[in-house]
């Protein structure tokens, strides 16, 4: 079946580093990519996505590469800021006949914490 | 626009009532996901259904859960003689219908629900 696993957390930075949060996925055919984030208490709110192999997403400063020969979608940021801290998901959903539908699977996410 | 909509945002039940949590799609969605969040866990899928129709309910535990959605109203999670095990948050999405080829979909708030 499908499935995604993200790097473990936490990740903790100071602002304005570089962040990278690695995500890689198992699936058939070409599924469509998502990053998600989640602050505390809230649902989560869609981030990026790529649909097609060498997409690029981004959003916000954040980007991410579909990259199908290594099954990654990593999420990258060049500064980070204190108000990024969140939870991050990487989520893919499947695709057949050109169409993505259905669930969500999702990786277990990412909690970043940026200090000043 | 109103976005999805979710209530109560927070359940305290005992153990072996039932649990009802609502959710309203985003006008001109026809698509409703369920998904439930363990602590410090991801994303779960539990069920997709559309009008009067249940899709795929493949994450849905076999016994005391359901979940319906009415052509006119609401979509229910239902969850029949609670137990602790099933305190967590519950996440309800919604999706247009075939808007490109991905249905993007937009999370509520949440329902916490704790068992007691």
């Known amino acids: 079946g499908n499935s995604v696993t993200q790097m473990e957390g936490p990740v903790t930075l100071s602002e304005e580093a570089f962040l990278t949060i690695n995500c890689t996925y198992t699936?058939?055919?070409?599924?469509?990519l998502f990053w998600y984030v989640q602050y505390p208490g809230e649902g989560l709110q869609l981030l990026l996505k790529?649909?097609?192999?060498?997409d690029k997403g981004s959003n916000k400063g954040f980007e991410a590469t579909y990259r199908k020969e290594t099954t990654s979608f990593h999420l990258e940021k060049g500064s980070v800021q204190v108000s990024d801290s969140a939870v991050y998901f990487c989520?893919?959903?499947?695709?057949?006949?050109?169409?993505?539908?259905?669930?969500?699977?999702f990786g277990q996410g990412t909690i970043l914490t940026v200090h000043p | 626009n109103a976005g999805v909509m979710q209530n109560p945002r927070h359940l305290v039940r005992r153990r072996g009532q039932e649990a009802r949590l609502r959710c309203s799609p985003m006008?001109?969605?026809?698509?409703v996901y369920w998904y439930r969040q363990l602590p410090e866990e991801g994303l779960k899928f539990m069920v997709y259904?559309?009008?009067?129709?249940?899709?795929?309910e493949s994450g849905m535990p076999k016994e005391r859960f359901s979940a319906e959605f009415p052509k006119e109203g609401p979509s229910i999670l239902r969850i029949q003689q609670v137990v602790r095990g099933d305190s967590a948050a519950y996440f309800c999405?919604?999706?247009?219908?075939?808007?490109?080829?991905?249905?993007?979909?937009?999370f509520g708030p949440g329902t916490r629900l704790t068992v007691t």
């Open positions: 999405a919604s999706s247009p219908p075939n808007r490109g080829y991905t249905y993007e979909q937009y």
């Open positions: 699936a058939t055919g070409y599924p469509s």
């Open positions: 790529a649909t097609k192999a060498d």
């Open positions: 989520a893919l959903q499947a695709n057949a006949g050109g169409t993505s539908y259905g669930k969500l699977t």
């Open positions: 006008k001109g969605h026809s698509h």
């Open positions: 259904l559309q009008k009067e129709n249940i899709i795929d």
